[in-house]
């Protein structure tokens, strides 16, 4: 069974800070992982990753894959309170017609 | 990104009654899906279809039903509500396969279920 693991569960930080977020991933024929931002309703796109070592740069976010060791981060620096959300990674296969979510991570950013 | 949009946002019903969650998308996605989410827990995928006439159960057990008999439109039928239907319901639809972004689940607001 696919699995896709989040760590922390929950991680508490000052405005300003940097902060990494965690995704292990066990997806069978994997072909791209996703992260997406969920604040009070529905998930928001964020990043797909389908090559290992090449990061993605939005704005103060970035993520990177390791498809040898199964995972990627996600990075988000200069915190401000408006990151404050929960923050899910998703793995699919290579048919691309499935997701599997990981529990997620819940930033809060304080000011 | 993907125009997808759910009615109504706040539904609040009482024990027994039949609803519908409807689900629409404006971008021609043949994948469309539906997810349940209870506040702070992870989404559970219950429903989903890769095109007209197409549907199929997802990994958690749902007594809802679909029906895609359009593919812009993906609606979600509970045919007696129970309190432990109570919950978040997200719709999501995907791009066809071969394209960039065929990977990527776009959600729409979601619709927020209370039955008491």
């Known amino acids: 069974e696919d699995k896709v693991v989040q760590s922390p569960l929950s991680l508490v930080v000052h405005e300003g800070d940097t902060v990494t977020l965690n995704c292990s991933y066990e997806?069978?024929?994997?072909?791209?992982l996703l992260w997406y931002k969920q604040e009070k309703k529905a998930p928001t796109f964020l990043f797909m990753l389908?090559?290992?070592?090449i990061e993605k740069k939005s704005g103060r976010l970035s993520s990177i894959l390791d498809k040898k060791e199964l995972f990627s981060i996600l990075n988000i620096t200069a915190t401000q309170t408006g990151d404050s959300a929960i923050y899910l990674c998703a793995g699919s296969n290579n048919a691309g017609n499935m997701l599997t979510f990981g529990g997620g991570t819940r930033l809060m950013v304080k000011p | 990104e993907a125009d997808i949009y759910q009615t109504p946002r706040y539904l609040v019903i009482g024990t027994g009654k039949k609803i519908t969650l409807e689900c629409s998308q404006t971008?021609?996605?043949?994948?469309m899906y539906w997810y349940q989410q209870d506040p702070g827990m992870e989404l559970h995928l219950i429903h989903y279809s890769y095109g007209v006439n197409s549907t199929e159960k997802g990994d958690l057990s749902s007594e809802s039903t679909v029906s895609r008999i359009r593919t812009e439109h993906f609606p979600l039928t509970l045919e007696s509500a129970r309190p432990s239907h109570t919950s978040q319901y997200l719709c999501?639809?995907?791009?066809?396969?071969?394209?960039?972004?065929?990977?990527?689940?776009?959600f729409g607001p979601g619709t927020r279920l209370t039955v008491l």
């Open positions: 999501a639809s995907s791009p066809p396969a071969g394209g960039p972004r065929t990977d990527t689940q776009y």
């Open positions: 971008m021609g996605h043949d994948k």
């Open positions: 997806v069978t024929n994997f072909r791209s």
């Open positions: 389908t090559s290992s070592g």
